[in-house]
């Protein structure tokens, strides 16, 4: 993938969005969010809903690790860390859809799925802002007709107007990156992925779009993964006691998410072929906000090929090497002894 595609993409407009994905064989589609379009739309915050799905989880996950531990020991002597936590992690997965065939949940996560539908079983409704092509600002600058096919919801989060793809990021591009963090790379080297795959297949080259708050919000979501098992005050410990692992504080999403999450805040680098059109219409939309019937746009659907289009059947060479699912679908590269080290000691 490179920018001759990109631009092949911009020259194509003319043809039905159909076809110009059938152009791109095996592409890696990444969303881009419009933070500029209906900024002044006010919007419920939904934190608690994202909370309480998350410690939902946490709490099913415990349960399910505990017993597969108590399994083991009832045959062997004790647990290593590094066995704890490949079963939490492979659980995790499969809470979140990542063990599923179908790329599109191997691809985001289930939260930004459940903010695009606003239709799963078990959430409420919420308010979200779903962007159609021509009133975007990349489609109003015909920027690149990817773009406008995987545009993000736009959503309130702790206060802040995110798009729902950064919640992907958190949630599933952190997990990549925490398993390449405990493969001990350096920070260094994490630092050096995340602008690779962000000047590549997760963004420039391909939607023409670099990411400032998309790397941020992946190091977010490795602290996250940090924080679960591995820190000084981690979420989930093993209890000697009462021989089960416990939760013993409480997901909140808002320890995570400040301003920087908006790219409006935190501005994104464009392709330069389209900036110049792209910009216009950004300090267009900032000095003339768009009008719309409020009810009207947070009752819209999201387009169906950018449903399709947002699985970005997964870059296998790419992701291969990242391990991008954990455990179950790729073990880590380096023996448990050239591993971190998490505190966790089961002993019969």
């Known amino acids: 993938m490179n920018r001759f595609i990109l631009k092949l993409l ?3 407009k003319p043809l039905s969005l159909m076809t110009v994905f059938a152009l791109v064989p095996h592409a890696t589609i990444a969303t881009e969010v419009d933070n500029y ?3 002044h739309i006010q919007l419920e915050d939904i934190k608690d809903v994202i909370n309480d799905y998350v ?4 709490r099913k996950i415990v349960e399910q690790t505990t017993d597969s531990i108590r399994y083991t020991l009832a045959h062997h002597h004790s647990v290593s860390s590094a066995a704890v936590e490949s079963r939490f992690f492979s659980y995790w997965e499969e809470a979140y859809g990542a063990k599923g065939v179908n790329p599109y949940f191997r691809a985001i996560s289930n939260i930004e799925h459940c903010i695009s539908v606003n239709n799963c079983e078990g959430w409420p409704k919420i308010e979200r802002i779903i962007h159609l092509p021509q009133d975007s600002i990349y489609g109003r600058s015909n920027f690149s007709v990817v773009t406008e096919a995987v545009l993000a919801p736009v959503v309130n989060v702790c206060g802040v107007r995110i798009g729902g793809d950064k919640l992907t990021h958190f949630f599933y591009d952190g997990r990549m990156y925490y398993n390449q963090y405990m493969n ?3 920070d260094k080297e994490i630092q050096d992925l995340m602008e690779e795959t962000e000047n590549e297949i997760m963004g420039l080259e391909f939607t023409g779009v670099y990411s400032e708050s998309d790397i941020v919000v992946n190091y977010k979501g490795m602290e ?4 679960i098992l591995i820190t000084d005050n981690p979420y989930v410990v093993w209890s000697n006691a009462n021989r089960k692992l416990i939760q013993v504080r409480d997901f909140d999403i808002c ?3 400040d301003s920087t999450w908006d790219e409006s805040v935190l501005k994104s680098k464009f392709d330069e072929d389209g900036r110049d059109a792209l910009e216009k219409v950004i300090a267009q939309e900032k000095e003339n906000p768009s009008q719309i019937n409020r009810e009207e746009l947070l009752s819209r659907k999201p387009q169906p090929l950018g449903m399709v289009a947002v699985s970005k059947m997964v870059y296998k060479e790419k992701w291969a090497v990242l391990k991008t699912f954990g455990h179950s679908l ?3 590269s380096l023996q448990e002894s050239d591993r971190r080290k998490i505190n966790i000691k089961v002993q019969k």
């Open 10 to 12: 911009k020259l194509v």
């Open 37 to 39: 379009t209906y900024s």
């Open 55 to 58: 410690n939902s989880n946490i």
């Open 184 to 186: 001990n790379k350096s």
């Open 224 to 227: 996250f993964f940090k924080n």
């Open 255 to 257: 320890d995570y998410v």
């Open 330 to 332: 790729g073990d880590y």
